[in-house]
C-alpha cells in the first residue's frame, strides 16, 4: 500500500508570490490534516479536511487555505506570501471510524521565501 | 486548551542504553489520545506509540512503551536497548477523542545516540 506522498518535495518562491502543495493520502482515507512546522513555532495545525468539507481550521490567517477533491486529494494554498512562511509543510491522511485514529503523514514540502 | 510540554530540547545517550523521553499535557476532555513520533532528518513524521486515556495498560510497541501516569498528565517515551539509528527528533502529541483529526504537539527532543 502507497504511503502518503507530497508534492513538490522542496520549493523557492519570493514574497508576494502565491503557492499550491499538493497531497495524496493512503488510499481509502479521507481525512486530510496540514501542519506547518518552523523552528520558532514548532509543528502547528493548519486544517482538516475530509469528504471535501474543511472540518476543523487552525489559527492562520486566510492567505491559508485549502480544498480537498472527491479522491481524497488535498491542496493547500498560500496566497502573498510573507518571509515566515518558510517552513515544512506536512501532510497527514486518516481513516476514521478506526480507535485512535493514527495519522500517517508524508514526506513533506519544504517552503522557502526570500 | 490542550497543551504539550516536552523539557528536554536534546538529550544524548550511549548505545545500546535505555532513554526516557519526557511529556506532559494538559486538557480538560476526559477522552484523548496520546501519541509519540520520530522525525529523522528527512523529515518524514514515523509514529511509534500510541496510549488512549481510558487504556488500563500502558502501551508497548517492540523497543517503545509508553510509561502513561493519567493522575500526573505525564505520557513518557521510554526506548529500551537504543541503536545508532534512534538519533531524531522525537514529538509527543494529545489529540481530543470527540475532535476532528487535529494533533497538538510538544517542542520536541532531539535525541543523540553515541557509539
Request: hydrophobic share 30%; net charge positive.
Amino acid at each position: 500500500k502507497a504511503g502518503v506522498t507530497q508534492t513538490p518535495r522542496y520549493l523557492i518562491k519570493t514574497r508576494g508570490q502565491q503557492v499550491t502543495l499538493s497531497c495524496s493520502p493512503i488510499s481509502g482515507h479521507r481525512s486530510v490534516s496540514w501542519y506547518q512546522q518552523t523552528p520558532g513555532q514548532g509543528l502547528q495545525f493548519l486544517f482538516e479536511y475530509f469528504s471535501e468539507t474543511q472540518r476543523n481550521k487552525g489559527n492562520f490567517p486566510g492567505r491559508f487555505s485549502g480544498r480537498q477533491f472527491s479522491n481524497s486529494r488535498s491542496e493547500m494554498n498560500v496566497s502573498t506570501l510573507e518571509l515566515g512562511d518558510s517552513a515544512l509543510y506536512l501532510c497527514a491522511s486518516s481513516f476514521p471510524g478506526q480507535s485512535y485514529n493514527e495519522q500517517f503523514f508524508g514526506p513533506g514540502t519544504r517552503l522557502t521565501v526570500l | 486548551a490542550q497543551k504539550i510540554t516536552q523539557t528536554q530540547p536534546g538529550m544524548f545517550v550511549q548505545e545500546k542504553e535505555a532513554v526516557t523521553l519526557d511529556c506532559t499535557y494538559d486538557t480538560s476532555d476526559p477522552s484523548y489520545g496520546l501519541f509519540w513520533y520520530k522525525q529523522p532528518s528527512s523529515g518524514e513524521m514515523i509514529f511509534l506509540i500510541y496510549q488512549g486515556s481510558y487504556d488500563q495498560q500502558n502501551a508497548t510497541e517492540g523497543r517503545y512503551s509508553l510509561n502513561f501516569q493519567k493522575a500526573r498528565k505525564s505520557a513518557n517515551l521510554v526506548i529500551s536497548a537504543s541503536q545508532l539509528g534512534d538519533s531524531a527528533m522525537y514529538f509527543c502529541a494529545m489529540r481530543e477523542i470527540q475532535g476532528a483529526q487535529k494533533l497538538v504537539f510538544g517542542q520536541g527532543t532531539r535525541l543523540t545516540i553515541n557509539p
